[in-house]
C-alpha cells in the first residue's frame, strides 16, 4: 500500500469556485503534514502546514484528520493564479512521502 | 532568503557517461535528499542523508550513488547515465523531522539522457 495517495485529477474549474483536494495517508505514526504547491517545470514550494486544529490562510483552508488519516485543502473563490499542481506531504520518521499532485487548472 | 541550490537546470548527457548533479543548502540542515520525479509517479526518494558521510537508500537508489563530505553539499551521481534515468531531479534538505519541519527544495534538473 502506498503511504500516500491523492487524486491525481485534473480538476477543471472556473474563476470564484470552491475546489477541495483530499490525500490519505496510510502510517498512523506520521507526525508532520504539509501541501505544497508545484508550478509547471519549477518546484514544489510550501503552501502550508496542516493542523488537527485546521488552519487557514486567506483563501485556503487546510485539515487534518488523524482518526480517518487524511488531510484535506479547500481552496475558495478560485483564481487563474491557482492553476498549479498541489502536492500533499506526510512526515514520517525522518522521510518525507509525497502524493503524486493534484492538478488544478482555473478557468476565465 | 533560505536557499537550496542545485548546480544546472538543463543537462543533456550520453549514455554512459558518468554524471555528477551538486545541490548546495545554507540553512545548516541536518538532513537532505535526492528525488526524482516524472509524470504520473510524483516524487520518488533515491536517496538520503541525514549527516555529513552518511547514507540511506530510498525507494529507487539502483543505479546511483550519492556524497556528503560537507554538511551543506549533497552531489547525486549517475554511474552509467542510462535513457531511463531522463527525468527531473529535485534536491531538498530540512532540518531534524518533528512538528513543522518543512522540506525546502532546489530549482530542479532536468536530465536528458541521449
Known amino acids: 500500500r502506498k503511504e500516500v495517495e491523492q487524486d491525481p485529477g485534473p480538476f477543471n474549474v472556473p474563476e470564484g469556485a470552491t475546489v477541495a483536494f483530499n490525500c490519505t495517508y496510510s502510517?498512523?505514526?506520521?507526525?508532520?503534514f504539509f501541501w505544497y504547491r508545484q508550478d509547471c517545470r519549477k518546484e514544489p514550494k510550501l503552501l502550508m502546514s496542516?493542523?488537527?486544529s485546521g488552519n487557514e490562510d486567506g483563501r485556503f483552508t487546510a485539515q487534518l484528520n488523524r482518526a480517518s488519516q487524511y488531510i484535506s485543502l479547500l481552496i475558495r473563490d478560485s483564481k487563474l493564479s491557482d492553476s498549479a499542481t498541489y502536492l500533499c506531504?506526510?512526515?514520517?520518521?525522518?522521510?518525507?512521502?509525497f502524493g503524486t499532485g493534484t492538478s488544478l487548472t482555473v478557468i476565465p | 532568503d533560505v536557499k537550496v541550490t542545485q548546480s544546472s537546470r538543463y543537462l543533456v548527457k550520453r549514455t554512459g557517461e558518468k554524471v555528477f548533479l551538486e545541490c548546495v543548502q545554507d540553512?545548516?540542515?541536518?538532513?537532505m535528499f535526492w528525488y526524482r520525479q516524472d509524470p504520473g509517479l510524483g516524487l520518488r526518494l533515491i536517496y538520503f542523508?541525514?549527516?555529513?558521510?552518511?547514507?540511506e537508500k530510498g525507494d529507487i537508489p539502483e543505479g546511483y550513488s550519492v556524497s556528503r563530505e560537507k554538511k551543506e553539499r549533497f552531489s547525486l551521481i549517475l554511474e552509467s547515465a542510462s535513457t531511463n534515468q531522463t527525468s527531473m531531479y529535485l534536491c531538498?534538505?530540512?532540518?531534524?523531522?518533528?512538528?513543522?519541519?518543512?522540506?525546502?527544495f532546489g530549482q530542479g534538473t532536468r536530465l536528458t539522457v541521449v
Open positions: 531538498a534538505s530540512s532540518l531534524v523531522p518533528g512538528a513543522d519541519t518543512e522540506a525546502f
Open positions: 542523508s541525514y549527516d555529513v558521510k552518511m547514507k
Open positions: 502510517n498512523s505514526a506520521s507526525q508532520s
Open positions: 496542516v493542523y488537527s
Open positions: 540553512m545548516d540542515h541536518e538532513n
Open positions: 506531504v506526510i512526515c514520517t520518521g525522518n522521510q518525507f512521502y
